[in-house]
Each structure stands twice: as structure tokens, then as C-alpha cells.
């Protein structure tokens, strides 16, 4: 579990300096430079998921059960991490009405993501997984719009074409991952 945890706090932590350390990292990448800081923030980044996936695999193999969820809260799942793929997708996709009203529909899509999956696993390392996605996503969602405020921040108008973009891709990501990706990666599948 100590693996999973420290993948969790290297992998949130520097998802986490806008919130935290805003004054250092805008210092640090003056110093290193956009390109220099993207690399070591991406190399950081991909260790904390490597530890993530690696003490989540590990902490599988000594499950601890908290509470048993019910057969339909799996299914009703699969719809929460539609939603999550699709909000995901508008992140990305320009001019989308999900983009224009939220600003970070990225942040929804985990959080989204990460509560239909509290609501549908009950071991140990599911709750601390998704609990801890699910508490930064709220944090750092609430933060970014707070920002965008002061900033006065105003995202484009979105357009019907942005939103079938958003849609398609979002629902073919998803499609996906769940009939193909997950059972192969996460060792489970979402549609039994």
C-alpha cells in the first residue's frame, strides 16, 4: 500500500503546484524554461503513475474489503465514465459548449470518473485511488474557477459542431476502453 500511496502523492503532488506552490513552479519554469519544465513535469508525472499502477497491482493482491456495493451501482458505472470520457474530450476539443460554461471539463471528467468508481469497487486500494482523485479534482476544480474569475478568464462560445466533436470523440475513447482497454490493463471487466 505504501507504493500505491507515494505513486499518489508524486503523481497528485505535481498535478497539485498551481494550488500549492504557484510562486515556485512560475519561478522554476523561468529559470528552465517551458520546454525544460514540461519534460521534468512530465517525467515526474509518468514515475507517480508508474507507482500508482504498481501499488495498485500489488495492493490487489492483498485486497482488504470495505463494503460490498450492489450489482447495479457497476453497471450504472459504466454510464458515470461515459460522462467522464466525454467531458474529458471536451478538454481538447475547441469550441465546445462544455469547455465555454465549465472551463475545466477535464477536472469534471475525474471527478465524474472517480465517483462512479467509489460507487461501483469497495476495496481498500479502490477507495484510496479513486477518493484521491476524487477530493483533487473537487479541490482543484474550485481553485481553477476561483482563477479563472480573478482573471477574468472568459473561454470561447462553444458551437454544435464543437459539441458532436467532443461527443464522438468522447464516446469512441470510451467505447474503447471499456470493451477492449480495461480488461486487458485493469485486469477487470466493466461489462460483466
Not at 144 to 159: E, K, L, W
Amino acid at each position: 500500500m505504501s507504493i500505491l500511496i507515494l505513486g499518489l502523492l508524486i503523481f497528485l503532488g505535481v498535478h497539485s503546484l498551481r494550488l500549492f506552490a504557484d510562486g515556485w513552479r512560475n519561478r522554476q519554469l523561468a529559470r528552465l524554461g517551458e520546454s525544460r519544465w514540461k519534460g521534468l513535469y512530465m517525467l515526474v508525472s509518468l514515475i507517480g503513475f508508474a507507482l500508482i499502477c504498481w501499488g495498485f497491482g500489488l495492493a490487489r493482491q492483498h485486497a482488504v474489503l470495505l463494503y460490498v456495493p450492489p450489482l447495479a451501482l457497476r453497471h450504472a458505472n459504466a454510464l458515470f465514465t461515459l460522462v467522464a470520457f466525454v467531458l474529458v474530450a471536451a478538454a481538447y476539443v475547441p469550441r465546445n459548449h462544455l469547455k465555454a460554461k465549465f472551463g475545466h471539463p477535464m477536472l469534471l471528467g475525474v471527478k465524474v470518473w472517480a465517483f462512479g468508481h467509489l460507487l461501483a469497487t469497495g476495496m481498500l486500494h479502490d477507495v484510496l485511488v479513486f477518493g484521491a482523485f476524487l477530493l483533487w479534482a473537487v479541490v482543484l476544480f474550485i481553485a481553477s474557477r476561483r482563477r479563472d474569475r480573478a482573471a477574468g478568464t472568459v473561454y470561447p462560445a462553444g458551437t454544435l459542431q464543437g459539441d458532436v466533436l467532443a461527443a464522438v470523440a468522447g464516446i469512441a475513447a470510451w467505447a474503447v476502453f471499456t470493451l477492449w482497454l480495461h480488461l486487458r490493463l485493469i485486469g477487470v471487466s466493466p461489462m460483466m
